[in-house]
């Protein structure tokens, strides 16, 4: 079955660190990958994408993540932690067999960043 | 901030009651989509409307139905509701069109509704 896994609930980042958040997934073929983020009482924003090409993608607010095939991987990564990256970030998977439609993407459980000063 | 949005904000009903909620998609997306999101869990996938019809349905019973409108603002009904029911509900927006697999959706802040 189609998933997507972010085996942590709570990363601790001290401000001005490297920061990653995992994310793996169990999708059979070529996914689409993709990472949001949630800050409280507001719904999810789009960070970034993976379709093809390229396997480091660039995304908004200095985010970037590594698609890694071998290992079924899509880490989240930005250079130099703010404080005001705290927030909720969630991986997606879609598998483009279901369909040509956006639809049933399949969202992880969630990470929550927490960048302290 | 998106394009999208939502009403009402929260929502408070009691069990067996019935609810409708609405979504405004941005400008120039012609597909909405909508999302159950329990606490301290990601978005579940409902369905999606695209071209006025459903055009793909997660694991939601039928009490769960929607409809999209010209406009392709959108509607989420849920009859006879459970405890369970109580999330956030998110839409999200999309440009498809026989080939949008791959672009973004655009969120709206949500409703909560809660169920006594």
């Known amino acids: 079955a189609q998933s997507v896994a972010q085996p942590e609930d709570q990363v601790n980042v001290a401000e001005g660190n490297p920061l990653t958040v995992k994310c793996t997934y169990s999708?059979?073929?070529?996914?689409?990958l993709f990472w949001y983020v949630q800050y409280p009482n507001r719904g999810l924003q789009f960070l970034l994408k993976?379709?093809?090409?390229?396997?480091l993608v660039k995304g908004s607010y200095g985010f970037e993540a590594e698609f890694n095939k071998s290992q079924t991987s899509f880490h989240l990564k930005k250079p130099s932690a703010l404080v005001s990256d705290s927030a909720l970030y969630f991986c997606?998977?879609?598998?483009?067999?279901?369909?040509?439609?956006?639809?049933?993407?399949?969202f992880g459980s969630g990470t929550r960043l927490s960048i302290r000063p | 901030e998106t394009g999208v949005t939502q009403s009402p904000t929260h929502l408070i009903k009691t069990r067996g009651q019935q609810v409708t909620l609405r979504c405004s998609s941005q400008?120039?997306?012609?597909?909405v989509s909508w999302y159950q999101q329990a606490l301290g869990q990601g978005p579940q996938f409902i369905f999606q409307?695209?071209?006025?019809?459903?055009?793909g349905r997660g694991n939601f019973p039928p009490r769960f139905s929607g409809l999209q409108f010209p406009n392709y603002s959108s509607e989420l009904n849920v009859n006879a509701l459970e405890l369970d029911d109580s999330a956030l509900y998110l839409c999200?927006?999309?440009?498809?069109?026989?080939?949008?697999?791959?672009?973004?959706?655009?969120f709206g802040p949500g409703t909560r509704l809660t169920v006594l």
């Open positions: 993976y379709i093809t090409g390229d396997n």
């Open positions: 400008s120039g997306h012609n597909t």
């Open positions: 997606a998977v879609r598998d483009p067999r279901w369909g040509s439609s956006a639809s049933k993407i399949i």
């Open positions: 999200a927006s999309s440009r498809s069109g026989g080939t949008g697999g791959n672009n973004e959706q655009f």
């Open positions: 409307y695209y071209r006025e019809e459903e055009n």
């Open positions: 999708v059979s073929g070529n996914p689409y």
